[in-house]
C-alpha cells in the first residue's frame, strides 16, 4: 500500500535532466534497478508530478510503500543517525558496484538519480531507506528550473557520505572494464566505517557546499519540451503520414478516372481519358 511520504514544490527545486527529460519521469527504470536484488534496503520515492499552470507553481508528490513507517533520518536520535547513515552508504555503495558489474549504462542515470538536496531528502523506518526528493538539486529560484549539465556523484551529498570520488558521469566511457565480483556478499560498510564528521554537521543545519549548475526558470504550461531528436522524427513522420495520404488519393482518383471522366470533362481531359461516343 502506497502513500504519500512528502509534497516538493517545484520552487524548491532544480531538476536534473538526463537524455531530454527530467530524471524523475524515469522512476520505472530506477524502480528497475533498485528492484534488482531482494537484498537491497534502499529505494526511492514514486514521484507524481503536477507541472506549473497559471498561478500555480507546481509540485511532486512523491510515494513510499508502506504503512507510514518511514520519517526523515533527522528525526533519529543523534546516536542512531550515524549508524544510520553507514547503513545507508553501504546499500548505495553495494547498488552502485552491482550496476556497474553488470556492465550497463544504467550507471549514469543512477548517479543523477543519486542526486539529492540534502539530508531532508532521506526517509528511514530504522531498517530500510527511501529518497525523496531525488534527481534533483536545491532551487533559488521560482517557476520550474532544469539543468542538463553532467554531475559529479563524488562532490554530491550522498557521495561525500561515501567518500567516493567519481568523474562526471558524462565523461565515463561505455566499455569501461569493471571486475566481476557479487557485491551483495559484503556484509561491512565500505572504507573506514564511519561517517566523515564534515557531513554529519549537515544534520546539524551546516551546509555542505555543492557546485553551483546555471539554471534558469522556465514555463512549459504544463508540458515538458520535446527534445530534438523527438522533433525531427515527428516531423518525417508528418512528412511521410502526407506523402502516401496524397499518394493513396491519387491513386483513387484515376481508378475512377472513366467514372470521373464521363461526369467532369475537364477532369477526364486532364487525366486522358475521352468522353464515351
Not at 513510499?64 to 550515524?82: I, N, Y
Not at 558489474?101 to 538519480?113: E, R
Not at 520535446?226 to 488519393?249: K, Y
Request: charge should be negative.
Amino acid at each position: 500500500m502506497a502513500y504519500i511520504l512528502l509534497r516538493s514544490s517545484l520552487d524548491d527545486l532544480v531538476l536534473l535532466e538526463f537524455r531530454g527529460q527530467p530524471v524523475i519521469l524515469n522512476y520505472e527504470t530506477v524502480a528497475r534497478v533498485t528492484g534488482s536484488s531482494d537484498r537491497l534496503r534502499f529505494g526511492f520515492a514514486e514521484p507524481i508530478v503536477c507541472w506549473p499552470r497559471e498561478n500555480n507553481p507546481g509540485e511532486i508528490s512523491w510515494y513510499a510503500e508502506g504503512k507510514g513507517q518511514f520519517r526523515q533520518l533527522a528525526l533519529f536520535p543523534a546516536e542512531e543517525r550515524e549508524a544510520l547513515l553507514r547503513d545507508l552508504v553501504a546499500e548505495i555503495t553495494r547498488l552502485r558496484q552491482s550496476v556497474l558489474v553488470a556492465g550497463t549504462s544504467d550507471i549514469h542515470f543512477l548517479d543523477f538519480a543519486l542526486i539529492i538536496p540534502g539530508s531532508e531528502a532521506i526517509f528511514t523506518d530504522g531498517d530500510r531507506f527511501v529518497l525523496a526528493p531525488w534527481g534533483a538539486m536545491a532551487g533559488r529560484e521560482k517557476g520550474l528550473k532544469i539543468s542538463d549539465r553532467a554531475v559529479d556523484f563524488g562532490k554530491s551529498f550522498l557521495g561525500r557520505l561515501s567518500e567516493q570520488e567519481t568523474p562526471p558521469v558524462m565523461d565515463r566511457h561505455e566499455d569501461e572494464k569493471i571486475e566481476k565480483s557479487d557485491p551483495f556478499a559484503a556484509t561491512e560498510p565500505p572504507a573506514s566505517g564511519r561517517v566523515p564528521k564534515q557531513d554529519m554537521s549537515l544534520l546539524a543545519g551546516e551546509e555542505v557546499p555543492f557546485p553551483e549548475v546555471s539554471v534558469a526558470a522556465v514555463s512549459y504550461d504544463g508540458q515538458l519540451p520535446m527534445s530534438g531528436a523527438s522533433s525531427i522524427l515527428l516531423h518525417i513522420f508528418v512528412f511521410i503520414s502526407f506523402f502516401l495520404l496524397t499518394l493513396w488519393a491519387a491513386l483513387t482518383i484515376i481508378g475512377h478516372s472513366h467514372g470521373f471522366g464521363a461526369d467532369f470533362p475537364v477532369i477526364g481531359k486532364y487525366f486522358g481519358v475521352g468522353l464515351p461516343a
